[in-house]
T-cell receptor
């Protein structure tokens, strides 16, 4: 199993541009999550999904959108990028609620 | 929501030393996870430990859920143990999103 994979690893965006961060898991997990990590901090939840077609907001959803059309994929869309979105983005998955979460390698995003 | 506090915030050790990292949480939890974030930024799962004690090589963890704390023990530390150690506890809402502590920055010197 590859586990949780994310692309790209790094990206630099100009203010106002848009992009999609990709996340795929091959563990047949129901729950998927997007977190962001700002320098020197722990992770904060952006959005999560409990299954295909079902998504909900986390702590810091503004400026982001998600979709979940399959069990495996959970892309995160940034519209109109702002410098405040400079961060490292982690995707995670778990089999079910309260089960162990597994994290991808992260995407380092800089908005200038 | 749940509050998670870690101590100490920073720890510097000589190779071969032992250490204990602490994680306090404000509410009862159904599980707790410990992670190691290595210098390349990867988050590595160390333990999933709702209660009791688990061991994995030189690392072990104990969670006392009734007293709302967890401890991570590192024995015979190595330079590769350097990085940030996070504990995280799930919220009952938000799909059990993990609330992370602010981490313990561990530096192991040769």
């Amino acid at each position: 199993n590859a586990g949780v994979t994310q692309t790209p690893k790094f990206r630099i965006l100009k203010i106002g541009q848009s992009m999609t961060l990709q996340c795929t898991q091959d563990m047949n997990h129901n729950y998927m999550y997007w977190y962001r990590q700002d320098p020197g901090m722990g992770l904060k939840l952006i959005y999560y999904s409990v299954g295909a077609g079902i998504t909900d907001k986390g702590e810091v959803p503004n400026g982001y959108n998600v979709s979940r059309s399959t069990t495996e994929d959970f892309p995160l869309r940034l519209e109109l990028a702002a410098p405040s979105q400079t961060s490292v983005y982690f995707c995670a998955s778990s089999y079910y609620q309260r089960y162990e979460q597994y994290f991808g390698p992260g995407t380092r995003l800089t908005v200038t | 929501g749940i509050q998670v506090e870690q101590s100490p915030p920073d720890l510097i050790l000589q190779e071969g030393a032992n250490s204990t990292l602490r994680c306090n949480f404000s509410d009862s939890v159904n599980n707790l996870q410990w992670f190691h974030q290595n210098p390349w930024g990867q988050l590595i799962n160390l333990f999933y430990i709702p209660s009791g004690t688990k061991q994995n090589g030189r690392l072990s963890a104990t969670t006392v859920a009734t007293e709302r704390y967890s401890l991570l023990y590192i024995s015979s530390s190595q330079t590769t143990d350097s990085g940030v150690y996070f504990c995280a506890a799930p919220e009952e809402t938000s799909g059990s999103r993990l609330t992370f502590g602010e981490g313990t920055q561990l530096t192991v010197n040769p």
